[in-house]
């Protein structure tokens, strides 16, 4: 019994550390796609899909 106790703790501790550093991976990915640079394509449309405010407001004009 306390062998199979002592491999249900040693099992939850892995599944912790795994889900852990998933989820700090995942953290670090959403920091770094915030915050990239654009960059403009030469359309004049960012690389994430949307207009800059002054192209939009050009061809308001």
Do not use: C, H, Q
Not at 15 to 23: A, E, G, S, T
């Amino acid at each position: 019994m306390k062998k199979l106790l002592a491999l249900a703790v040693i099992a939850g501790g892995v599944l912790f550390v795994i889900k852990r550093n998933k989820d700090a991976k995942a953290e670090a990915d959403l920091w770094r796609e915030a915050t990239a640079p654009t960059g403009k394509s030469y359309s004049g449309v960012s690389a994430n899909g949307s207009a800059p405010a002054k192209a939009a407001e050009a061809r308001k004009n």
